[in-house]
Nanobody
Framework: QVQLVESGGGLVQAGGSLRLSCAAS????MGWFRQAPGKERDFVAA??????????AYADSVKGRFTISRDNAKNTVYLQMNSLKPEDTAVYYC??????????????????WGQGTQVTVSS
């Protein structure tokens, strides 16, 4: 019943920026995860489902460079990625769950997932 549609991926040079979008069918706790070839799916950022805008959380590897936000009127979550590094290259996935959880960084806590969008950062 929960549908997630991701967009905004692409190829950029190191130091550049991208903005990912994830349109959902409702207001949910939203997370962004990424998976590089041969590696595990890692937590990137998450935001609570508060009607006031939500509370963000970030992985240490992206804190200060990435910003997660949501537009509840559009049921859309965004991931603004600045100062991109080649190490950020991965498939980025949007995920959703109905309620807040202290385990927001674990993929297993998100029952709904988008199809993924490729982000490639060149040197």
């Amino acid at each position: 019943q929960v549908q997630l549609v991701e967009s905004g991926g692409g190829l950029v040079q190191a130091g550049g920026s991208l903005r990912l979008s994830c349109a959902a069918s409702g207001r949910y706790v939203m997370g962004w995860f990424r998976q590089a070839p041969g590696k595990e799916r890692d937590f990137v950022a998450a935001i609570s489902n508060s009607a006031s805008g939500g509370t963000p959380a970030y992985a240490d590897s992206v804190k200060g460079r990435f910003t997660i936000s949501r537009d509840n009127a559009k049921n859309t979550v965004y991931l603004q990625m600045n100062s991109l590094k080649p190490e950020d290259t991965a498939v980025y996935y949007c995920a959703a769950r109905a309620y807040n959880s202290i385990n927001y960084g674990s993929p297993s806590n998100y029952p709904y997932w988008g199809q993924g969008t490729q982000v490639t950062v060149s040197s």
